[in-house]
């Protein structure tokens, strides 16, 4: 019964270029939630998705940054162009159904770098 | 938004001691959930508390919502040096936002 699945585990990319992360949930979950953290910092919401749904996007920059969670396949956080101050650790959280009471499940992270 | 502000920012401590660290909020929340993050680490769920006044308690951890549900704590009876880490704490609807976290040291 694996938890949510989060690669790469590290992303070293240049300025300028893209960043893709990825997350597949928890078996049965079908709620994604994505957040980034920098150092000595707590989590900051970045969006919530459904399968194939955007829900809620007001944490994510309106430009550079994009996810999606189709219908097969992993949810993916893209960063295009990206710059050194998108250097954090971005983490997914999943849950069964919608609602902060039903707590989210979390991955380990990926943590970018931009060099 | 509703924010969440966490106290003390840090806490450092001896094995044995006790300690409580706090989630304030302006904002009424439905519920409230408890997390620790370790180094290297994704946060891991410790607890949701739903019903003002509720207590919880895990093992040496008990864990209070206020009365109005705008606030909560987090009580470590003789802390160990496993618990050192980063306590979250969290409350929304549809999404969750954290405090900014305590970070607890428990030295041997």
């Known amino acids: 019964n694996a938890g949510v699945m989060q690669n790469p585990r590290h992303l070293v990319r240049r300025r300028g270029q893209e960043a893709r992360l990825r997350c597949s949930p928890m078996?049965?979950?079908?709620?994604v939630y994505w957040y980034r953290q920098l150092p000595e910092e707590g989590l900051k919401f970045m969006v919530y998705?459904?399968?194939?749904?955007?829900?809620?996007e007001s944490g994510m920059p309106k430009e550079r940054f994009s996810a999606e969670f189709p219908k097969e396949g992993p949810s993916i956080l893209r960063i295009q162009q990206v710059v050194r101050g998108d250097s954090a650790a971005y983490f997914c959280?999943?849950?069964?159904?919608?609602?902060?009471?039903?707590?989210?499940?979390f991955g380990s992270g990926t943590r970018l770098t931009v060099v | 938004t509703q924010l969440l502000e966490q106290s003390p920012q840090f806490l450092s401590i001896q094995e044995g001691e006790n300690l409580t660290v706090y989630c304030n909020s302006s904002?009424?929340?439905?519920?409230l959930q408890w997390y620790r993050q370790e180094p290297g680490e994704g946060p891991v769920l410790l607890v949701t508390?739903?019903?003002?006044?509720e207590v919880k308690k895990l093992k040496r951890l008990t864990f209070q919502f206020g009365d109005a549900r705008k606030d909560s704590s987090l009580h470590i009876t003789a802390a160990q040096p496993g618990d050192t880490g980063l306590y979250l704490c969290?409350?929304?609807?549809?999404?969750?936002?954290f405090g900014a976290g305590t970070r607890l040291t428990v030295k041997p």
């Open positions: 904002s009424v929340f439905s519920s």
């Open positions: 969290a409350g929304g609807v549809n999404d969750m936002r």
């Open positions: 959280a999943s849950s069964p159904l919608p609602g902060a009471e039903n707590g989210y499940t």
């Open positions: 508390v739903v019903t003002g006044g």
């Open positions: 078996k049965g979950h079908s709620h």
């Open positions: 998705l459904q399968k194939e749904n955007i829900i809620d």
